[in-house]
Nanobody, 121 residues
Framework: QVQLTESGGGAVQAGDSLRLTCVATGRKFSCMGWFREFPGKERRLVAGIYSGKTHSSDSVKGRFTISQDDAKTTLDLQINNLRSEDTGLYYC??????????????????WGQGTQVTVSS
């Protein structure tokens, strides 16, 4: 059975850094991503690795770095220079067959439980 376990969220000050880690058990994935949930429960890709290519939203370029281990079971998101607008619930997700685009949340079959990031200014 596949399970995604997230860790690393927390409450920090603006300008601080956090590292979010997602560990997949049950199988490896070539397509994984970190999503953030917005009002209305919409989940948007923050950053991900999809069939060897890195994807990220424009709002985080230069501040967020995504990486995956060689075993393709751990996905890390390094977040630097956090801003108050980065506050939110972050989810790890995995797409078993790499179907559809990296940014399409509906294509990801497996989701973690979510980890809260709170940035105060």
């Amino acid at each position: 059975q596949v399970q995604l376990t997230e860790s690393g969220g927390g409450a920090v000050q603006a300008g601080d850094s956090l590292r979010l880690t997602c560990v997949a058990t049950g199988r490896k994935f070539s397509c994984m991503g970190w999503f953030r949930e917005f009002p209305g429960k919409e989940r948007r890709l923050v950053a991900g690795i999809y069939s060897g290519k890195t994807h990220s939203s424009d709002s985080v370029k230069g501040r967020f770095t995504i990486s995956q281990d060689d075993a393709k079971t751990t996905l890390d998101l390094q977040i630097n220079n956090l801003r108050s607008e980065d506050t939110g619930l972050y989810y790890c997700a995995a797409n078993r067959y790499c179907v559809g685009g990296a940014y399409d949340a509906t294509r990801y079959e497996h989701w973690g439980q979510g980890t809260q990031v709170t940035v105060s200014s």
